[in-house]
């Protein structure tokens, strides 16, 4: 399959977001590495995804799962070799599948050369590449956001006397973007591996890249500068790569991140994220219509990019309080799902492991406006394990069969890198990926129908949404439409039977046409459009004028 | 066998009630013209919901009988965002409002009816009545109506107010004290134009009513959770402030309440012949107590429509109560305002005569209601006066000794029932 040409395949692409870690081991060392990876992207490509996120592969610690990088210019050993890397990119070009990897601008490990250089000395080139000062008192209006490990966004440093600014965990100082000498060293790290061909870059924790006294030190202008100017570096000499930001904010704050379509050519909607499984327990569309009804329009260029869930916690952050306390009660009734302002749980999981919702929430998922986002084996149905510390439950080894080790690794179980999920729902030999392979109806290859109908049309990826807002308020319906295609999605969130009545006078003269089934459904007319759905089910008609 | 059946229920209505749902809680408003009072009353239960039950599945259903002041549109026009600006308050899901019309002729017991039907429905787990008139309507109300019976798993939740002295005499002097009596439960407001109740009592209630006999259903509802046994107790409301009825005022609400509860004793009779004395009911907050002030009567008119009655509707009495009471009350409408006194006993046998005449249907039974008008207007003059002086304390222990009365003679209801 030839890779999309078009200068906004992103707006077209389904991402599958993998750790190399996790996916597949082909050395027996127990680690997932890029040769594993390569090995499976004919997975991916069965899938219907067409691009990849690549979570950090760099030389790390490990502090952070990566995030915490102490070398842009290479990638972990554990991984393989940099010309490991490039063997995958190529086969995964070869298989039209492109490659985003991970930009983590905003801090470095504590390991870096360059952290280790400018704690050595106050005199050190590289002391004002990191933002030092003599008290723990400046920039006290910036919030803490590892609540449950930090105390305060500043540390001491012991061996040169100071302490250091850092906006997750201490042991990842941040960068000094105030510093020139930074931000063009951060471009050479883009450039590096945009010459060696990658797609695109996600960058991590973009908000907090400058700080200013007075201020919550986040999506300041300076920060907003910083990054036009990389955007603009890349597009001059790297056209149809791609930007996306990661800034957990609410979408009015978010909106300035795609600036006049010269910063970011995509941006995850969080405060979406929650309000869908939100409105799925409510039973009660509010919390998303209300949420996309205060997301601002973006630049035609640009696009949202939607998850269910990822790496990290689902987080709470973009709720209110009394959003949050719901969230908890209702997803985390467990003290230790939780963690920061988030439920660390996988899909299934927190869905109770019931299809019809899943399938629901991965229907809406595929619909709304932007660019979905699949993490790896939530296609499964994948469970995780919340015995494990920070957000590493939700990191376990990819369970591609039932045998010995899952089919992840040759390894001894003792090496893995993480146990496997053994508990009987969701453990490896009850959800792997061969055992659905061979099941016509499982969520697997249920998954790949519902990405193939998607990309059956532009209109998911490029088109304009209308929000219909039937009286029933359990379901969530809405027009999505692109010149003069028109896809009718109609959802139902409640866990009971639904009539609905939904004023199409608008397509007057319409035949829906089942998009999964392609059955025909009574012409449209001038009288509402009655509609029954059973729990949770979902439709999406093609609405058609012959 | 053809099971169709007319529906007291419009298409229309239904079809706003599918599109609500299943709900945890419903509010009802039955409204007629009420477009002065009805904007606030609204706000404050929407605030009330968010309040106290964010999470919860609510309605508010307004029952409108042919308002011609846009009242139906005030109620569904009213948006929780309007008080979002310096308000904590956010809704986590739909706060629905929806109104259907009722025949403006019907009695008030269609649009409670249909309150109950649609609590039914919508399989509601807790309802509150609200009235439309209520000038101080709070938001912690709703959680004083609803919390017992959402939470504690009471059926019925009465109010209680601190009242201005002489308030609600028609309550203090005969729906309480023989309420009370009767069916052996201190409640002390059997009547009450706002209060709480399960679903599964709504449910029951709308089952088993006569509705054909729609007046007072909201009194027999308290009467039939009384003798059905279910969990009910009384919610401390503070303040009662409501609209000032005129003399005219007083034979329908003497039908809707003393008419409801002499037609709930036929039925009863096996559950309240066997009660003797009376069990205090659970109360939240204060018990009772009185508010500064004293509403002002016009005795002088009460003592002369009381002896214009007993003078003109001689012959009505004739029929309904035994020559002594009668003979009694027209020695009493003979004497002068410092010497005029309806002492407690004759009070009482009065209203257990009216009670028995009413079973008997002696005369039209609306005009037996209807001939107790005066009676009441002469008995509320005699309260006024000996309570002119007393303070709250005093009040309530006149009110428990005409209560005492009213337990003490129900031998003699008994006795005149069988007869």
Redesign the interface.
């Known amino acids: 399959m030839p890779i999309n040409r078009d200068a906004l395949w992103y707006k077209d692409a389904v991402i599958y977001q993998v750790h190399v870690r996790t996916f597949c081991d082909s050395n027996g060392d127990g680690i997932g590495d890029f040769q594993g990876l390569e090995q499976k992207l004919d997975y991916v490509r069965e899938l219907g995804a067409n691009a990849i996120w690549l979570m950090p592969f760099f030389p790390s610690p490990l502090r952070d799962d990566g995030y915490d990088i102490a070398d842009y210019h290479s990638v972990h050993p554990s991984y393989g070799t940099l010309d490991d890397f490039r063997k995958l990119l190529a086969s995964a070009h070869d298989r039209g599948i492109r490659i985003i990897i991970e930009l983590v601008a905003n801090h470095t490990s504590d390991q870096h050369p360059w952290f280790q250089e400018s704690r050595s000395s106050r005199d050190n080139p590289r002391r004002d590449w990191y933002v030092w000062s003599d008290t723990d008192n400046p920039y006290d209006g910036a919030r803490i956001i590892f609540l449950d490990t930090e105390k305060s966004n500043w540390a001491w440093d012991p061996i040169s006397k100071a302490f250091y600014w850092h906006r997750f965990f201490s042991h990842q100082p941040d960068l000094n973007y105030d510093n020139p000498a930074v931000r063009e060293q951060m471009w050479e790290v883009m450039k590096y591996w945009l010459e060696m061909g990658v797609d695109g870059f996600r960058l991590d924790a973009v908000p907090y890249l400058v700080e200013r006294e007075g201020t919550n030190c986040e999506n300041l202008p300076e920060t907003h500068a910083v990054l036009k100017e990389l955007r603009r570096k890349m597009d001059e000499s790297f056209p149809g790569r791609m930007l996306l930001a990661e800034a957990n904010q609410w979408p009015a704050d978010l909106r300035p991140y795609f600036g006049d379509s010269d910063e970011f050519h995509m941006a995850f909607h969080f405060p979406l994220m929650p309000r869908m499984f939100m409105g799925l327990k409510l039973e009660d569309r509010k919390p998303i219509t209300e949420i996309l009804q205060q997301t601002p329009q973006i630049p035609p260029t640009c696009q949202w990019s939607l998850f269910l869930r990822n790496h990290d916690e689902l987080t709470l952050e973009m709720v209110t309080d009394l959003e949050r306390d719901y969230m908890y009660d209702t997803y985390a009734e467990s003290k230790t799902m939780r963690l920061n302002l988030g439920i660390r749980r996988r899909l299934a999981p927190l869905l109770s492991n019931d299809r019809r919702r899943i399938e629901l929430m991965n229907g809406m998922l595929m619909s709304l406006p932007g660019t979905p986002i699949i993490y790896y084996g939530d296609e499964i149905g994948m469970g995780d394990n919340i015995n494990l510390g920070d957000r590493n439950g939700v990191r376990t080894p990819m369970q591609w069969n039932g045998g010995v080790n899952a089919g992840f690794s040759a390894a001894p179980q003792e090496r893995l890198y993480a146990p496997l999920i053994q508990d009987p729902v969701y453990g490896y030999p009850a959800v792997n990926v061969l055992s659905q392979k061979a099941s016509e109806h499982s969520l697997l290859n249920w998954m790949k129908s519902i990405i193939s109908v998607r990309a059956s049309t532009a209109v998911f990826g490029r088109g304009s949404i209308e929000f219909l807002y039937p009286a029933n308020h359990r379901i969530l319906a809405y027009v999505r439409r692109l010149d003069k295609e028109a896809v009718l999605v109609v959802n139902n969130l409640s866990s009971s039977a639904q009539a609905v009545e939904l004023d199409l006078r608008g397509y007057k003269g319409s035949i829906p046409i089942e998009m999964f089934g392609r059955n025909m459904f009574p012409r449209v007319g001038e009288l509402p459009y009655l509609l029954t759905l059973g729990a949770y089910q979902f439709y999406w008609f093609r609405l058609r004028r012959i | 066998m053809n099971l169709a059946e007319e529906s007291f229920l419009t298409d229309d209505f239904l079809?706003?009630l599918?599109?609500?749902?299943?709900v945890d809680i419903l509010v009802g408003l039955p409204t007629r013209n009420n477009a002065k009072t009805i904007g606030s009353i609204v706000s404050t239960i929407q605030s009330g919901l968010l309040r106290g039950f964010?999470?919860e599945?609510a309605v508010i259903i307004n029952v409108d009988a042919g308002s011609r002041d846009g009242t139906p549109e005030l109620v569904t026009g009213i948006s929780i965002d309007d008080m979002r600006p310096g308000s904590n308050l956010?809704?986590?899901?739909?706060l629905?409002s929806i109104t259907t019309d009722c025949d403006q002729n019907a009695e008030h017991g269609i649009a409670f009816r249909t309150i109950l039907a649609a609590a039914e429905l919508l399989r509601a787990k807790a309802c509150v009545l609200m009235s439309p008139e209520s000038a101080n309507v709070k938001p912690e109300w709703l959680a004083a109506f609803l919390v017992p019976i959402y939470r504690d798993g009471f059926d019925l939740v009465t109010p209680t107010y601190c009242r201005q002295k002489f308030d609600g005499l028609l309550m203090t002097n005969l729906l309480y004290p023989m309420t009370r009596a009767v069916y052996g439960a201190k409640l002390r407001e059997p009547y009450a134009t706002e209060f709480g109740f399960s679903g599964r009592l709504a449910t029951q209630f709308l089952a088993q009513n006569r509705w054909e006999d729609g007046a007072g259903a909201e009194l027999r509802l308290t009467l039939a959770a009384i003798a059905g046994k279910y969990r009910i107790c009384q919610s401390y409301l503070g303040e009662k402030i409501h609209r000032e009825r005129s003399a005219a005022d007083l034979v329908p609400v003497l039908r809707e309440t003393v008419g409801a509860l002499f037609s709930a004793l036929e039925p009863d009779f096996a559950v309240w012949s066997a009660v003797s004395g009376s069990d205090a009911v659970s109360t939240n907050e204060a018990e009772h107590e009185e508010c500064q002030g004293s509403l002002r009567v016009n005795r002088k008119r009460l003592r002369e429509m009381f002896t214009n009655g007993v003078n003109e509707l001689e012959s009505v009495f004739q029929s309904i109560l035994v020559p002594n009471t009668l003979a009694e009350l027209q020695r009493i409408a003979r004497l002068g305002e410092e010497d005029f006194e309806y002492p407690a006993e004759l009070w009482v046998k009065t209203v257990y005569e009216f009670a028995a005449s009413y079973r008997k249907s002696v005369i039209n039974r609306d005009h037996i209601i209807q001939a107790m008008a005066p009676l009441f207007r002469g008995r509320a003059f005699t309260f006024i006066t000996e309570n002119r002086n007393a303070s709250g304390t005093d009040l309530e222990t006149n009110l428990e000794n005409l209560c005492l009365e009213f337990e003490r003679l129900k031998p003699y209801l008994q006795q005149m029932w069988s007869v």
């Open positions: 079809r706003q599918i599109n609500v749902g299943e964010p999470r599945r956010n809704a986590l899901r739909t629905h």
